[in-house]
């Protein structure tokens, strides 16, 4: 009877071979051929022989029965393997650890957050017109007035809520702009004449202002306009304080530059001006100049007050009275 043997040892998906090995070799020399073979320290290796474990380390292969082609399988996590799980594991510890502190701290600043009271007094929704150019920018130019720090701090002043802000078709020829049902919806003109750009914010702003007097007053009478002129007068000086913005020579207002960039994209032009749409006219044309002219127009119409002249036009351009 040959006292050799012939055997392997499955590991993962590799096969170590075990060739001419003597029946008298114990499973710890097994054991050390195969940390050579795969790198995995004895100490570290599960061999398994019919389901059981090899724990003795001085048994002999002929004690194991084996028989020529017998296949052992070993068991076992590299010591990098090992090292990746406990960091792991010390990260989830620590994480366990710094929970309780983490969901006091999320509690404490839950707590100091107060809901804004002025939230209600806003538009609750915006809507353009998807079918002409650009409506992307109607929508910036709608949420931008939606956003303005003058026109959101007389809402919360007064108490306003708005409905719905909506773009007006400009094939509305003789309309500005309107006001439904005392607040339930506005509608402003945005564009010009020829959809090829945007009117000046100023001037849109002024109607917005407009359309949210006939909130208390329907009538364009004397306590309209005395409302409005007041509205125009406190939107400069809130947006002025809210934004930061510089002064022009005793202190009047105009628009920081980051909303003069907006308006000095190349594509989209802006007119600047007021407009009386049902006499198909407008008291400035549209230009396509200098970045520096147009911000020189920027400053003049930020400005100006609400003159009898605007008061007129968008009186007549007002959608809101019968």
Not at 222 to 246: E, I, M, P, S, Y
Not at 269 to 282: D, H, N, Q, V
Request: include cysteine; charge should be negative.
């Amino acid at each position: 009877m040959s006292n050799e043997i012939n055997f392997k040892v499955g590991f993962k998906s590799n096969i170590i071979a075990f060739e001419h090995w003597s029946l008298d070799a114990t499973v710890e020399q097994v054991k050390e051929h195969l940390e050579k073979e795969t790198g995995l320290p004895v100490d570290s290796q599960k061999l398994l022989w019919k389901g059981r474990i090899l724990k003795d380390l001085n048994v002999c292969l002929r004690d194991l029965a084996l028989q020529d082609g017998s296949k052992l399988m070993l068991m076992g996590s590299l010591p990098v393997q090992i090292e990746k799980v406990n960091v792991l594991d010390k990260k989830i510890d620590e994480q366990r650890r710094l929970a309780p502190s983490i969901r006091l701290k999320k509690k404490q600043l839950q707590q100091k957050r107060k809901p804004d009271p002025n939230a209600n007094y806003t538009f609750h929704k915006i809507s353009v017109i998807e079918e002409f150019p650009n409506p992307e920018k109607a929508k910036n130019l709608l949420e931008r007035l939606r956003d303005d720090r003058g026109i959101r701090a007389i809402m919360a002043d007064r108490k306003w809520s708005v409905g719905e802000l909506i773009e007006l078709t400009p094939f509305e020829a003789s309309i500005l702009g309107y006001n439904r049902n005392a607040g339930q919806l506005i509608a402003l003109r945005l564009r010009t004449d020829d959809l090829s750009g945007f009117r000046h914010y100023d001037s849109v702003r002024k109607v917005l202002l407009h359309e949210l007097t006939h909130n208390v007053w329907s009538d364009h009478d004397d306590n309209f306009h005395a409302l409005n002129r007041q509205l125009n007068k406190d939107v400069v000086n809130l947006d002025w304080t809210a934004h930061g913005a510089k002064t022009l020579g005793q202190g009047e207002f105009y628009t920081p530059e980051e909303y003069e960039e907006d308006e000095m994209e190349n594509d989209v032009l802006y007119e600047a001006g007021t407009y009386r749409l049902g006499a198909g006219s407008k008291s400035n044309t549209a230009v396509l100049d200098t970045p520096e002219l147009r911000r020189q127009r920027l400053a003049q119409a930020a400005q100006s007050r609400l003159t009898k002249k605007e008061e007129q036009e968008m009186d007549e351009g007002c959608g809101s009275h019968s």
